[in-house]
């Protein structure tokens, strides 16, 4: 009864959120928060434009982890926007884009598209057909295929995370370089969204179109939380070397504010979870493999299984790394209190010179590290 109290207030929250005004509402308040909080001119990561011959790809930081793209043929001057989440990107576009391409209708990836319009009303905005995406001109189905001079673009229907998820694929031959794919919420590096709008098994088959793709395809995602769902994946398997490489690398990049995007459709083969769904030792690793191989989990139901070990995996390290916190915090205090104690005591000694050089002592006992 409860769980489905529970699962029926969440479908009214995302229903309001998802498909109504009120979710304009309070994204737009969300940003007017997260401004006043950190700077208009705050970002997650740092700007770092990728060159690709003609191609110009540049990762654009929005709210808190977000990604929206620019995507540009420097040499014939054509580019579009992918994804834009916040009216505020519109101060830093000095000419009309040729279009916008969404990936799906959320607000953090569709929010800003009202506000583009207002400043170039001939504005084209694309978004899938079935997502009802906010402010779109135009919808798009499976296949569909949009030019804009070199740049080509192929809709790729990715239901799962919403029911018109489109993934969009930037084609690379005229540039002569890999193709790539602006994943949005579908699949991120090492991760990939939560199955709001669908079964998880239609994920896992939407998911699984990705990978007949090339090795060398690029992936960009619609959010930088690769450092993240790298530890998972680490937890999870600490003996696959390349998750275990991937974190280090990753762990450096966010330390220095730079982006871990893209990743390549080969390497997240290797060590993204949901896409090894039928990999052997992830059944080891999530401890499904005996049932597997006795035939008592029904082929179509494995992947379904994966993903729910997979996130009570997640569960399970939030609790750990829970506990290391709290042990963390019990330990400077009893360190504090420590110090206090003896200070005290050196103070009653000589009340001269004791109380000024054990007070920093006392308080660097009690200093909590703060959030970057």
């Not at 990728?50 to 990762?59: E, G, K, Q, T, V």
């Not at 101060?91 to 279009?99: G, H, I, M, Q, T």
């Amino acid at each position: 009864m409860g769980n489905r109290l529970g699962s029926c207030v969440f479908k009214c929250g995302y229903t309001l959120y998802a498909d109504t005004c009120i979710g304009r509402c309070i994204h737009d308040k969300y940003i007017d928060a997260f401004q006043k909080e950190f700077g208009e001119n705050a970002v997650h990561s740092q700007l770092t434009p990728f060159a690709f011959n003609d191609l110009l790809i540049l990762p654009i930081p929005v709210l808190t982890s977000n990604y929206a793209y620019l995507v540009a043929d420097v040499c014939d001057n054509n580019f579009v926007l992918i994804d834009v989440g916040d009216a505020s990107l519109i101060k830093n576009v000095l000419f009309e884009p040729d279009a916008i391409l969404t990936t799906h209708k959320h607000w953090d990836h569709s929010g800003g598209n009202k506000a583009m319009r207002a400043t170039f009303p001939k504005l084209k905005i694309y978004g899938g057909a079935l997502d009802r995406v906010p402010d779109s001109t135009h919808g798009v189905y499976d296949g569909d295929v949009l030019i804009f001079g070199r740049l080509k673009f192929t809709a790729m229907w990715t239901p799962g995370h919403t029911k018109g998820h489109i993934v969009w694929r930037l084609h690379g031959d005229k540039f002569g370089t890999s193709d790539c794919l602006f994943t949005g919420d579908h699949l991120m590096l090492a991760g990939c969204g939560a199955a709001f709008e669908g079964p998880v098994k239609q994920l896992i088959r939407s998911l699984n179109l990705l990978k007949v793709l090339p090795n060398d395809t690029l992936v960009w995602p619609g959010h930088e939380v690769g450092l993240e769902n790298l530890q998972l994946a680490a937890f999870i398997e600490p003996e696959n070397a390349c998750a275990v490489v991937k974190l280090v690398w990753a762990t450096t990049q966010r330390e220095a504010m730079l982006c871990t995007c893209p990743s390549t459709l080969g390497e997240e083969k290797k060590y993204n979870p949901f896409l090894r769904t039928n990999d052997e030792s992830l059944w080891k690793a999530l401890g499904i493999y005996d049932n597997v191989k006795k035939k008592t989990l029904k082929q179509d139901d494995i992947g379904s299984v994966c993903f729910e070990c997979i996130i009570a995996k997640a569960m399970d390290m939030r609790r750990l790394r829970h506990t290391i916190e709290k042990t963390n915090e019990s330990g400077e205090e009893g360190t504090g209190q420590q110090v206090e104690a003896e200070s005290n005591v050196d103070a009653r000694k000589d009340t001269t010179t004791a109380p000024d050089c054990c007070r920093p002592i006392a308080d660097q006992a009690t200093t909590k590290e703060t959030a970057r």
